[in-house]
């Protein structure tokens, strides 16, 4: 079946630090790629997103790409801030019968000194 | 546009309970899809409902079932409560069941004793 697998952490950084978290994935076809952010005692919240080989997802300063041939849609952001700091989760959109679903990996803890 | 609601937003229930969870869909969506989050792991997949019928289950047992309503509201009914069902429990809602976009509620923590 669909597996995501996200870089262990917690991370901690320093602000305008560099941000690489690392994202494989296992699926079948060609599924959607999502990075989500979760704050403190929230919901999921849509951070970017691919939907195609190649394709370059961005948003606040984050990007990531879409890597058919490594399977991979690692998170960077090239400047964090405090802001920043929450769990991040990698996403794939698959198929259970007629549903699209999302599998999750097990997020990533940021935290960002100031 | 109202976002995606979801109450309670807390409860303790005791073991063997019965539990209703409720989620209103963001304005114009007709799916939506809950997710148990336990502490420290990624969302799990637990069914998704469009215009008012089962359109998909996750590998969680009979004991959760669900509801959707004509306005697209949902329920996620737990009967049977089991110190496991501890959780964050996520509703999300899209525009159609075939779009891959979803946009999640703040989620309803339940704790069982």
């Known amino acids: 079946g669909d597996s995501v697998t996200q870089m262990e952490g917690p991370v901690t950084l320093s602000e305008e630090a560099f941000l690489t978290i690392n994202c494989t994935y296992t699926?079948?076809?060609?599924?959607?790629l999502f990075w989500y952010v979760q704050y403190p005692g929230e919901g999921l919240q849509l951070l970017l997103k691919?939907?195609?080989?190649?394709d370059k997802g961005s948003n606040k300063g984050f990007e990531a790409t879409y890597r058919k041939e490594t399977t991979s849609f690692h998170l960077e952001k090239g400047s964090v801030q405090v802001s920043d700091s929450a769990v991040y989760f990698c996403?794939?959109?698959?198929?259970?019968?007629?549903?699209?679903?999302?599998?999750f990996g097990s997020g990533t803890q940021l935290t960002v000194l100031p | 546009e109202t976002g995606v609601t979801q109450s309670p937003t807390h409860l303790i229930k005791t073991r063997g309970q019965q539990v209703t969870l409720r989620c209103s869909s963001q304005?114009?969506?007709?799916?939506v899809s809950w997710y148990q989050q336990a502490l420290g792991q990624g969302p799990q997949f637990i069914f998704q409902?469009?215009?008012?019928?089962?359109?998909g289950r996750g590998n969680f047992p009979p004991r959760f079932s669900g509801l959707q309503f004509p306005n697209y509201s949902s329920e996620l009914n737990v009967n049977a409560l089991e110190l496991d069902d501890s959780a964050l429990y996520l509703c999300?809602?899209?525009?159609?069941?075939?779009?891959?976009?979803?946009?999640f509620g703040q989620g309803t923590r339940l704790t069982v004793v």
């Open positions: 999300a809602s899209s525009l159609d069941r075939s779009n891959t976009e979803a946009f």
């Open positions: 699926a079948t076809g060609y599924p959607s």
């Open positions: 691919a939907t195609k080989a190649d």
């Open positions: 996403a794939l959109s698959g198929v259970t019968g007629s549903a699209r679903q999302l599998t």
């Open positions: 304005s114009g969506h007709n799916t």
């Open positions: 409902y469009y215009r008012e019928e089962e359109n």
